[in-house]
């Protein structure tokens, strides 16, 4: 199979070719860094991706907070991992990088909060 990917490894987004039989890369083509050929490769056996969301926040200044993985997460969990964080409610305060949930479905990574908020007056 063949498969054209435009690569967000690096500012540059080269049009990068991949030619590949199931999850085994035959070829790379048209990346012009070493990062690229990395993301091509992994989006190909095993795409990966960061998930940011917001949850709410009882008691808080404002009423929500941003949330994001640690880390990326296999592509296949992202809707196991939304579903998680749509039950979730947090109260205020909430301190940038804490655990929001711990090893959310099962992916070993958890979603930290990137945002500090605090009580409300």
């Given at each position: 199979m063949e498969r054209d990917i435009i690569c967000i490894?690096?500012?540059?987004?080269?049009?990068?070719?991949?030619?590949?039989?199931?999850?085994?890369?035959?070829?790379?083509?048209?990346?012009?860094?070493?990062?690229?050929?990395?993301?091509?490769?992994?989006?190909?056996?095993?795409?990966?991706?960061?998930?940011?969301?917001?949850?709410?926040?009882?008691g808080g200044k404002i009423a929500a907070v941003s949330v994001r993985t640690r880390s990326d997460i296999p592509k296949s969990k992202i809707f196991d991992v939304t579903r998680e964080l749509a039950k979730v409610k947090v109260n205020a305060p909430v301190e940038?990088?804490?655990?929001?949930?711990?090893?959310?479905a099962d992916t070993g990574v958890d979603i930290i909060a990137t945002k500090s908020v605090t009580e409300a007056e």
């Open positions: 490894g690096c500012p540059k987004g080269c049009n990068v070719h991949v030619e590949f039989e199931g999850d085994k890369v035959l070829s790379i083509t048209g990346n012009t860094c070493k990062r690229g050929e990395d993301y091509v490769r992994n989006e190909i056996t095993n795409p990966m991706r960061m998930v940011t969301s917001i949850v709410p926040v009882v940038i990088g804490s655990v929001i949930i711990k090893n959310v």
